[in-house]
């Protein structure tokens, strides 16, 4: 009997570890004492099993297939295998994507050759980048000679002069009376227009190409583009002309725009710091005040962020009616501005903005408190050495104080601030 048992499960047990498919054991055919082992055994089968699945999946690369259960110790290895492979999966799309930073230290030998492809793949990147450099400066100069010739053949509104680089003669210019399809009247421009023909006639420069620029506010803006070639045998310079009046002015009017704040009209931050280091290099006396709004996130949290902007307009407002022509006016962030004042009294400016302080409160007939903190720096110019952020930096000290005292003043105890 013991025998009988014992050969149907070694059976069994060689059937779970060497045959692909295992017939399941009968446990009926045990007797008693050896029926817990068999079912022992049952369990091993759906371990190893499971593990056959797991691991199948795992070696085809699958690694989205059914995960196996937790209590199976037989997958431990192949579950640190599993999430290995899928950080790596992740640190393999991130290299596709252009991140050569990622770095494998957990594979053993696989991790040297990985970092060591990356390495390679970020050199060739490098490599890759200046051959594509080169390639876009070629195509670029391509491009510019296709657009010459473009502008050449098809509008020709733009003077193109050839003058010969030895004696200085104009040998070639299309808007000559004798050149058949151009009308005698634009030799006459040319005189007119282009008052700056002798200095392109005298032109001289080692450069093979070269873009410059002419002209004033009377006569026009003219660019140049200028080049070496070889006309009839001789060494020459050829010049495009093309009027770009019309393109200064639109520009003039773009860089108006960016200097100026879109809500409330005056100079925003960006003027405010080339105003400011322009003032600095030239060492002129001045004084700065730094406003910070009281109240404002109160404003747009309770009453909404319309009346937070009507909040501002009346602050600006209340502002400009205390400056002069030749002060400057700037919104730096949403409740932050600058006064520049030229040649101003540390003191005088100070009882200015304390008058404006005090009119801007009691004018005010909003539910909310309104005022706003202020913070006065004098800056001598023979004497200073401070930057444009040490001296706005000195100011917001000084405006947190005001700050202090208009806390305790127009808002008691409250969080309005």
């Known amino acids: 009997m013991v025998q009988d048992n014992c050969e149907l499960l070694f059976e069994y047990l060689r059937s779970i570890l060497y ?3 295992t017939d399941q054991l009968d446990l009926e055919k045990l007797d008693e004492p050896y029926r817990k082992l068999g079912a022992g055994l049952q369990l091993l089968q759906e371990a190893v099993e499971e593990m056959l699945l797991y691991s199948a999946d795992i070696s085809r690369g699958n690694l989205s297939g059914r995960f196996p259960s937790r209590d199976n110790p037989l997958c431990v290895n192949l579950k640190n295998m599993h999430a290995n492979l899928r950080h ?3 640190q393999a799309k991130q290299v596709a ?3 050569y930073s990622q770095h494998v230290s957990y594979l053993g030998e696989f991790s040297e050759a990985f970092n060591t492809m990356t390495a390679q ?4 990147e490098a490599l890759l980048k200046k051959e594509a450099e080169k390639a876009e400066k070629k195509a670029e100069v391509i491009e510019e000679y296709n657009e010459l010739l473009v502008e050449m053949t098809r509008k020709r509104k733009e003077w193109i002069l050839v003058i010969d680089a030895e004696n200085r003669d104009i040998v ?3 808007k000559r009376k004798e050149e058949k399809k151009v009308d005698s009247v634009f030799c006459n421009l040319c005189v007119h227009r282009l008052s700056f023909r002798n200095s392109i006639v005298n032109w001289q420069d080692n450069e093979q190409y070269k873009v410059w620029e002419m002209g004033d506010e009377e006569q026009g803006f003219f660019r140049i583009t200028t080049f070496h070639i070889e006309w009839r045998g001789r060494n020459s310079y050829a010049h495009i002309v093309v009027d770009v009046t019309d393109e200064k002015k639109e520009a003039r009017q773009l860089t108006s725009k960016a200097y100026f704040d879109p809500s409330t009209g005056i100079r925003n ?8 280091e322009t003032l600095l290099r030239e060492k002129a006396d001045l004084v700065l005040c730094y406003l910070d709004m009281d109240g404002l996130k109160y404003v747009n949290d309770q ?4 009346e937070g902007d009507n909040y501002i307009a009346s602050f600006v407002s209340a502002i400009k009616n205390t400056l002069c022509v030749t002060d400057l006016f700037a919104r730096i962030g949403g409740d932050e501005f600058c006064v520049i004042i030229q040649n101003g009294e540390k003191e005088a400016v100070e009882q200015r903005f304390a008058d404006a302080l005090e009119c801007f409160v009691r004018e005010n007939v909003k539910k909310y408190p309104a005022s706003f903190s202020y913070g006065v720096v004098e800056i001598k110019g023979k004497t200073n050495s401070l930057t444009v952020e040490e001296i706005i930096k000195l100011a917001d000290a000084r405006m947190y104080e005001c700050k202090r005292r208009n806390k305790k003043k127009y808002y008691g105890s409250s969080k309005e601030e």
Do not use: I, P, V
């Open 19 to 21: 045959d692909q498919k």
């Open 303 to 306: 009453f909404g962020h319309n």
């Open 97 to 99: 994507a252009g991140d």
């Open 121 to 124: 793949l970020k050199e060739r």
């Open 88 to 90: 790596l999966t992740w």
């Open 172 to 174: 070639y210019c299309n």
């Open 269 to 276: 931050r960006l003027f405010f710091s080339e105003y400011m």
